[in-house]
Structure formats: structure tokens, C-alpha cells
């Protein structure tokens, strides 16, 4: 696990009308503040990342189709500076998953025809208060996003 990063199970509840996926409420202890909602969809193989955010945290939940989330910490002075971490998301791991600030982070579709992302982030996104970079330049973040056989 990467210093800061929180996996939480969340709820989901089935019945013969669909299914209701709880994602975050206002009580829960892993709850920090509003900022605000969005959606992103992402077709299968392709790839959002990296991007880092200096203030905000983010919560990241996939409803729908399957993702791989990979978080990549380098901030200085951390415990777990250098270390990569993967996450597989969707109803099967049906997670949130809070990403602290100045952690580097992207993921993956890995469902067609495209997989559904929620996050719930603490500030209102502000593109001068980021970072992105090609997430196959390695130079900084050495990691391979194709598909391992193991």
C-alpha cells in the first residue's frame, strides 16, 4: 500500500428493479469535504494518466465495465516514495478508492465497450493546481500498462 492511499468496500444492494452502489455519504469516516462530482467513461485499452492534483484527494469508484488503477508515489520524504500500486476495479471490486494530493495516478479500461468512473473529490478540479504527464514515459514512472501473464 502507498502512505495515505485508502481502499474502502463500498455497498451495493441488488434487487429485481436493478442495483443501488453506494459510493460516499457526508457520515462516513473516510468523508473530508465536497468539492465536486464527475464521470468519466473510458473505452477498453485506453489509458487516463498520469495526472497529479496538489490539494485535492480523490475518490475513485467504478460502477460499471473494469479498470486498472495504478497510483504511483513520489513525493518526497514519503515512506512509500518509489512505490507502485494496482488496483483492479469495477462491480466485481466494488471499491473506493481516496488517492491523497501529490500522488501520481492514471487507469485503464479494460472492458468494451467502455467502463464508468465516479469521483467524488474534495476541491473543484483547477488545471493549474495539476500535473500530467504521457503515461508511457517511463522516465519518472516506470511502469509498463500492458497486459502481464502471470
Known sequence: MIDGVRVIPLRRIPDERGTIFHMMRSTDPHFERFGEIYFSTIYKDAIKGWHLHREMTLNYACMSGRIKLVIYDDRPGSVTRGELMEIFLGPDNYSLV?????????????????????????????????????????????YDWGVRHQ
Do not use: L
Open 98 to 142: 481516496a488517492i491523497p494530493p501529490d500522488v501520481w495516478n492514471g487507469f485503464k479500461g479494460m472492458s468494451e465497450p467502455a467502463a464508468i468512473v465516479a469521483n467524488c473529490c474534495t476541491h473543484a478540479h483547477d488545471p493549474s493546481r495539476s500535473s500530467r504527464m504521457d503515461p508511457h514515459d517511463t522516465s519518472i514512472i516506470p
